[in-house]
């Protein structure tokens, strides 16, 4: 993979987990933390869908690989809701 498709992958996945952020309505932090929930929220939501038996809708693919964008957005917004859970459970805000 290229130096551009790798940066065009992290930009996809900043979105994808800022967006599952909003949804959850919770922020966990700036850009970096956003492209990480965003390639948690892939996996988290590629295993929620092979669990149901639920096909991919929406993937991008760069360079041969693919990231399933709508996925992506769902996972995020489970692991945001999660962790905000959490946070609240512990901190008690």
């Known amino acids: 993979m290229t130096l551009m498709g790798f940066l065009l ?15 959850a309505g ?4 700036g850009c970096l933390v956003s492209i990480i929930v ?9 295993w929620i869908a092979a669990k149901f038996g639920l096909p991919p809708i929406f993937e991008v693919s760069i360079q041969g690989q693919s990231f399933p964008v709508v996925w ?12 905000a859970l ?3 459970a512990f901190t008690g805000k």
């Open 9 to 23: 992958l992290l930009l996809i996945a900043a979105i994808c987990g800022g967006i599952g952020q909003s949804l």
């Open 26 to 29: 919770y922020d966990l932090g």
């Open 38 to 46: 965003g390639f948690i929220g892939a996996y988290i939501g590629t």
């Open 72 to 83: 992506a957005v769902i996972g995020s917004a489970v692991f945001t809701a999660v962790i």
């Open 86 to 88: 959490l946070r609240r």
